[in-house]
């Protein structure tokens, strides 16, 4: 069975810094992870998709990797602002059922 | 404007009052799903469908229903709702089963079972 682990459950850092999110997922036959973001009591932002394939997607001040051997990912933040804050939810793709299993998330604080 | 759209976004019910929760996209996706969020518990898939009139349960299907008899919508039933069904309920659809593009999640149901 997969299983997503994000380890802290939460951050607190001080605006400007570069951060690094941890994901971990115990089956490495995946077909892609994705990243999302999630503010309080809202829904789901897709922030990045990784294919199975690939080893790394940017988008702006975020730069997620991939190394399915190991079975794990990072979601690079640079430059982090206050409007960073939230929860940061890794999933990973698996099964020919097409499911996502989510890791419980990594909430982050920006203090300004 | 291509999205995933829930409703009611909040519902307060009382238990045994038989409830659906909406979702609709227009993304022509053939994959839907549901999710249920809970604190200490994270996203746990409800049930799935992989296109009109195939579903399939998912981690935590009990005391649900769902139906899929036209590709855009995919509603949650609750035939008896129950306190331990108060969560956060999030829908989601990819096309052919997220291995190309992920998923698009919609906003989310927040629902209180008294």
């Known amino acids: 069975k997969q299983e997503v682990t994000q380890i802290p459950a939460a951050l607190s850092v001080p605006e400007g810094e570069n951060l690094v999110l941890n994901c971990s997922f115990t089956?490495?036959?995946?077909?892609?992870l994705q990243w999302f973001r999630q503010d309080p009591g809202k829904g789901l932002t897709s922030l990045l998709l990784?294919?199975?394939?690939?080893r790394e997607q940017t988008s702006g001040r975020l730069n997620a990797s991939l190394d399915k051997s190991s079975g794990r990912s990072t979601l690079y933040i640079a430059a982090s602002q206050p409007g960073d804050s939230a929860t940061y939810l890794c999933?990973?793709?698996?099964?020919?059922?097409?499911?996502?299993?989510f890791g419980k998330g990594i909430t982050l604080s920006v203090r300004p | 404007e291509a999205q995933v759209t829930q409703n009611p976004r909040y519902l307060i019910t009382v238990t045994g009052k038989k409830l659906t929760v909406t979702c609709s996209q227009n993304?022509?996706?053939?994959?839907m799903s549901w999710y249920r969020q809970d604190p200490g518990l994270g996203l746990r898939q409800i049930y799935y469908?992989?296109?009109?009139?195939?579903?399939d349960k998912g981690d935590v299907p009990e005391g649900y229903k769902v139906s899929r008899k036209e590709k855009r919508n995919f509603p949650l039933i609750l035939e008896s709702p129950s306190p331990n069904q108060t969560s956060l309920y999030f829908c989601?659809?990819?096309?052919?089963?997220?291995?190309?593009?992920?998923?698009?999640f919609g906003s989310g149901t927040r629902l209180t079972v008294v």
């Open positions: 990784i294919q199975s394939s690939q």
């Open positions: 989601a659809s990819s096309l052919e089963g997220a291995r190309g593009r992920g998923y698009t």
């Open positions: 469908s992989m296109n009109v009139e195939v579903t």
């Open positions: 089956d490495s036959a995946i077909y892609n």
């Open positions: 993304m022509n996706h053939e994959y």
């Open positions: 999933a990973v793709l698996t099964g020919a059922n097409s499911k996502l299993t």
